[in-house]
């Protein structure tokens, strides 16, 4: 039994940092990349893509809406044609930086509100599609358990990776609780690690009203930039594999 353990990572921006990045490299098996959109500068992604190329850890594009001030979370009606362009653009800059850094993008991840807008409406999902595919097809989405972006993405011929938050809560049907609403994020790593590893080895986790909720899930992400988010990933990776389920990542690492 196996899984992916994955954290978005290079969102600091000049002297300004967020989250560890040098320690949840020494955690996760794959890192979603910021791309400049909403978070991360040159020099800082080259940094963390040399990095996560000397501990074989798997690289992903974080791509996200032009959204800087709002750290990609706010949400954009952003025509399909500008956004094929947005998400080729980004993947494109962030291909040339794990080139220089001696790895490679492997796959792809949207971020923060495009992540969770794609997951359901069909436009701009069809619009992130056909950018990852005009740049690479071999390329791997990864998008949210049980989403309807996920059989779109099969249909027009990528591989696709379902995954889960160890720190967020999830509605009965499956949706991830509203940033909005208290309760939405999880801050215990004892409770996320028994979560995340109930979800590993049985496929189910508990709704935020007690439902257990059924997930196929091949990767499971902690956010860098939580409360305590190493102390979180370090707990829910020493439960996994004390519960006898190997970290690996989906896409392979290295160049």
């Known amino acids: 039994m196996r899984i992916d353990l994955n954290s978005d990572l290079g969102e600091g921006y000049g002297p300004w940092t967020m989250g560890d990045d040098a320690a949840m490299l020494g955690i ?58 947005d998400v080729i653009y980004q993947i494109g800059a962030l291909q040339g930086l794990a080139r220089a850094a001696g790895t490679r993008v492997t796959y792809v991840k949207p971020h923060g509100a495009l992540y969770n807008t794609i997951a359901g409406d069909a436009r701009q999902a069809d619009a992130v599609i056909a950018g990852i595919r005009a740049v690479d097809p071999s390329l791997v989405l990864m998008g949210l358990a049980g989403a309807p972006v996920l059989e779109r993405a099969r249909a027009a011929g990528l591989t696709v990776v ?6 967020r809560a999830y509605t009965a049907g499956g949706a991830l609780v509203s940033r909005r609403q208290p309760g939405a994020v999880l801050h215990d790593p004892d409770l996320i690690a028994a979560r995340m590893l109930r979800l ?37 990776r020493d439960a996994l594999v004390a519960g006898g389920v190997a970290i690996a990542p989906f896409a392979g690492g290295g160049a």
């Open 162 to 167: 379902a995954e889960a938050f160890a720190d």
């Open 28 to 85: 996760v098996s794959s890192a979603n990349i910021a791309c400049g959109f909403h978070a991360g500068d040159p020099a800082g992604l080259l940094s963390v893509l040399r990095q996560a190329a000397a501990r074989g850890v798997a690289v992903g594009a974080h791509v996200s809406y032009p959204d800087r001030v709002g750290f990609g979370r706010r949400n954009m009606d952003v025509a399909p044609d500008d956004l094929t362009a």
């Open 200 to 236: 590993a080895t049985e496929g189910v986790l508990e709704a935020e009203d007690g439902s257990i909720l059924r997930l196929e899930a091949d990767s499971i992400c902690v956010h860098g930039d939580s409360p305590g988010a190493v102390a979180i990933a370090a707990k829910v």
